[in-house]
């Protein structure tokens, strides 16, 4: 049976670029950056943060104040921008509450309570603290838990966590529960917020880089580490027109902890599923949005894997020197910046990248371009080979 393609009719972006589809595109075409040097917390390193204005302002509903933590309130932004919940009300009315399901990819949901209830303790041994409530923000469920009474359903909810590709695979998870007939809509999307345990984890592993990230740049030396939320609405088309999922496509090559295979197999796995998936050839692909990390072996793997499929024929960029790498909400993220380019005839180029390394060969755009674009992909590749491929296209 060949793959349903489900339109996204709604979806929302909140990142370091601003609050909402408008803000997001007009960096784009402002090529304005969102990082900053680092000012969260108390982190104290020499690194270049994404950081989300506003999120420290956020008032959950009273009903909902238990789940107050930094990631659900940087959820409730994604959830207001847009017109988003909105959108989800009118399907509400539409399929019931019970038939829409919710479908979010965190990396470290609300850790950030943890690291705050620690300081809390008394002393190097004591108690945490009998305000910190673990159920309701560090738990992993507790975004889709906090979304869905959010917005008013009672459909199937879950949390994927892959690391960078949790919010890729949702699109993924939730397609194949429209399809059992388990849901008739689904919510899908991801929300990762700043905390001192990502900053100094991934610094730890030497992968933060001092300055601005690079991708693809001959002298990139790792990652800006951003925040972001987001959500899409899926439904079945049923006769309308706008952007829609096309395929995705998965793969786990497991081949290291924290490396991709060097020849970039398992990314190659899972765009080739996902071209199978949508029943198109690697020519009909018009722009590809890379999970580009800017670290030297993630954007080699990915260079090799993307010129063994494409050649050097189909453009590609990574947007990542525009937000930092979100982690969890990375393939939301990419993939609203995927529906962009569809909806509006652009292709985002690679931001802070000076001097293309001369042993990559995708074709990488340095500035955004306005071009027709049919058929985008979106790459997001996880620690572990945990990976996703999404493509995205117009559906009339």
């Known amino acids: 049976m060949s793959f349903e393609p489900l339109l996204l009719s709604a979806y929302s972006t909140v990142s370091a670029l601003g609050h909402g589809r408008a803000a997001a595109l007009a960096a784009l075409r402002q090529g304005r950056s969102g990082l900053r040097p680092c000012d969260y917390d108390e982190a104290g390193l020499d690194t270049w943060i994404g950081r989300v204005d506003g999120v420290e302002e ?16 940087l959820a409730a932004l994604g959830l207001e921008s847009d017109g988003f919940s909105a959108a ?38 004591g108690p945490l603290p009998a305000s910190f409530d673990y159920r309701h923000t560090h738990n992993t469920f507790s975004s889709a838990d906090f979304t869905r009474r959010y917005l008013g359903l009672a459909g199937p909810a879950l949390v994927i966590s892959t ?32 905390c001192l345990t990502t900053l100094y984890g991934f610094n730890s592993l030497e992968l933060v880089s001092h300055r601005p990230c690079r991708p693809w740049d001959a002298a990139r030396d790792g990652i800006s580490i951003g925040e972001a939320a987001g959500f899409a609405l ?61 670290t030297p072996s993630n954007d080699r793997a ?5 010129t063994r499929l494409f050649g050097t024929a189909v453009p590609c960029s990574s947007t990542k020197g525009w937000t930092g790498h979100t982690l969890g909400a ?67």
């Open 58 to 73: 956020v008032v959950l509903p009273a009903g909902l104040a238990a789940f107050d933590c930094r990631n659900n309130r």
């Open 88 to 125: 989800v009300a009118t399907a509400r009315a539409r399929y019931g509450a019970a038939r829409i399901g919710v479908f979010l990819g965190t990396s470290t949901s609300g850790i950030e309570a943890t690291e705050q209830a620690y300081r809390r303790r008394g002393g190097t041994d």
């Open 163 to 194: 690391a960078c590709s949790s919010s890729a695979k949702v699109f993924a998870a939730a397609s194949r529960h429209i399809r059992a007939g388990w849901c008739d809509a689904a919510v899908v999307g991801g929300v990762d917020s700043l």
């Open 234 to 294: 899926l439904e079945r088309p049923a006769g309308r027109d706008g952007v829609a999922l096309l395929g995705y496509g998965e793969s786990s090559d497991a081949y290291h902890m924290s490396t991709p295979h060097p020849e970039g197999e398992g990314a190659l796995l899972a765009m080739r599923a996902a071209l199978v998936c949508a029943g198109l050839e690697p020519a009909q692909v018009d722009y590809i949005n890379l999970h580009g990390t800017a």
């Open 302 to 306: 990915e260079d090799r894997a993307v």
């Open 330 to 396: 990375a393939g939301i993220t990419e993939a609203v910046f995927g529906c962009l380019a569809v909806e509006h005839g652009l292709m985002p180029g690679s931001l802070n990248t000076a001097q293309i390394d001369p042993q990559l060969s995708a074709p990488l755009l340095r500035e955004t371009v306005q071009r027709p674009v049919q058929v985008a992909m979106s790459n997001s590749f996880g620690f572990g080979g945990s990976n996703c491929a999404l493509i995205l296209g117009r559906q009339s």
